[in-house]
């Protein structure tokens, strides 16, 4: 078995979807990124490719990639979970923590589950996210951007 862990920050601006695991979330900003900035799975990427070993998500997708440009992190979610499974390890659990101050994250959790463990086609039992504040401390606080960190169990098939 091996631990990984991630974690990952965007800057929130005008003129973005708020993408969050893969769910889109109503909200006034959304993440800037090369892609479409979803920090959730960002984090989960880089948990992953650090228990398998495979470095990290600049690495395996760089930013300066054209052919990456918009593309949905849940496909680079899916595509980090094809290179694991290639490399001889499966998923036993992903544990995430998302921080922001807004907006409120708890109604659309449920569907972040879903659609990271279809992503890693794991179930969503084996999949926690959850979302908590830093009571207006920090970036995260002063609403400037949205951090995930995620930790994530893997075995030999």
Same mark, same amino acid.
């Given at each position: 078995m091996? *631990?990984?862990?991630?974690?990952d920050a965007h800057e929130l601006v005008a003129g973005r979807p708020l993408i969050l695991g893969g769910v889109a979330v109503p909200h006034v900003r959304g993440l800037a990124?090369?892609?479409? /900035?979803?920090?959730?799975?960002h984090a989960v990427i880089d948990a992953l490719l650090g228990a398998a070993g495979l470095g990290d998500i600049g690495m395996?997708? @760089?930013s300066d990639d054209p052919?990456?440009?918009?593309?949905?992190?849940?496909?680079?979610?899916?595509?980090?979970?094809?290179?694991i499974a290639s490399d001889g390890w499966c998923v036993n659990n992903v544990d995430a923590?998302?921080?922001?101050?807004? @907006?409120?994250?708890? @109604?659309?959790?449920?569907?972040?589950?879903?659609? *990271?463990a279809?992503?890693?086609s794991i179930s969503h039992q084996r999949v926690s996210i959850k979302a908590?504040?830093?009571?207006?401390? /920090?970036?995260t606080g002063r609403e400037e951007g949205i951090a995930a960190f995620? *930790?994530?169990?893997?075995?030999?098939?």
């Open positions: 091996r *631990v990984g862990n991630g974690a990124g090369h892609s479409d /900035g979803d920090a959730l799975c395996q997708f @760089p052919s990456l440009a918009g593309i949905s992190s849940r496909i680079l979610l899916q595509r980090t979970a094809a290179a923590t998302i921080l922001a101050q807004r @907006p409120r994250l708890a @109604p659309y959790v449920a569907s972040m589950r879903r659609r *990271v279809a992503a890693l908590t504040t830093t009571d207006h401390l /920090g970036f995620a *930790v994530a169990l893997l075995s030999r098939r």
